[in-house]
């Protein structure tokens, strides 16, 4: 069981919105920052987000990220086919002196 | 282009070692931290170790820590994983990831290599 707690899963219709929550504690989202990855079938991960709200370049504005709290949240617009993947969240914990990652949420556009 | 290039996976018997190696292009190598980073077959993802610019901070996972060593050698753009005592829970696709900072925590994994397969079976 992960530290850091996603939804397994997510569905949405194309166009439509989505968001993905990153739930964790006080050691490692409430004092670091958070980063995003996308990792569709068969390939390895790809950064989406990091420090919790910035693109890395050649990632569309439809991906965005916030934090509040002890939270984070992926959002995800304009849902297209291609989106369809696995969802992961990341972090430090301070505490643990460890890097975190989610158990991840698996996208869906129906 | 930045390129990591995983190998040195394949498949051990019980209790037996394997040393995972990571080439790196197309950046300046020891600038950056790097980690590890396993998936086992249809799981998610597993923090393996990290080591910062200079191997001055390592870090890992409580699931390794005391059989696995990670290490860099920044005059060969390479980094390493020796892997000690493997168990059957250690069979995933090992993935080597670039840092977008010099220290060792997490600043967002900005690149990844394809990965190479660890099967621990007898």
């Known amino acids: 069981q992960s530290v850091l707690t996603q939804p397994p899963s997510v569905s949405a219709a194309p166009g439509q919105k989505v968001t993905i929550s990153c739930s964790g504690n006080s050691s490692n989202i409430g004092n670091n920052y958070v980063s995003w990855y996308q990792q569709l079938p068969g390939t390895a991960p790809k950064l989406l987000i990091y420090?919790?709200?910035k693109r890395p370049s050649g990632i569309p504005d439809r991906f965005s990220g916030s934090k509040s709290g002890t939270s984070a949240t992926l959002g995800i617009t304009g849902l297209q086919t291609g989106d369809e993947a696995d969802y992961y969240c990341g972090t430090w914990d301070s505490s643990l002196r460890a890097v975190l990652f989610g158990g991840g949420t698996k996208l869906t556009v129906l | 282009e930045v390129q990591l290039v995983e190998s040195g996976g394949g498949l051990v018997q019980p209790g037996r070692s394997l040393r995972l190696s990571c080439a790196a292009s197309g950046f300046t190598f020891d600038d950056y931290a790097m980690h590890w980073v396993r998936q086992a077959p249809g799981k998610g993802l597993e923090w393996v170790s990290g080591?910062?610019?200079?191997?001055?901070?390592?870090v890992y996972a409580d699931s390794v820590k005391g059989r696995f060593t990670i290490s860099r050698d920044n005059a060969k753009n390479s980094l390493y994983l020796q892997m000690n005592s493997l168990r059957a829970e250690d069979t995933a696709l090992y993935y080597c990831?670039?840092?977008?900072?010099?220290?060792?925590?997490?600043?967002?994994?900005?690149?990844w290599g394809q990965g190479t397969l660890v099967t621990v079976s007898s």
């Open positions: 080591i910062s610019w200079n191997s001055g901070t390592i």
């Open positions: 990831a670039k840092d977008r900072l010099a220290a060792t925590a997490m600043w967002g994994f900005d690149y």
């Open positions: 420090d919790n709200n």
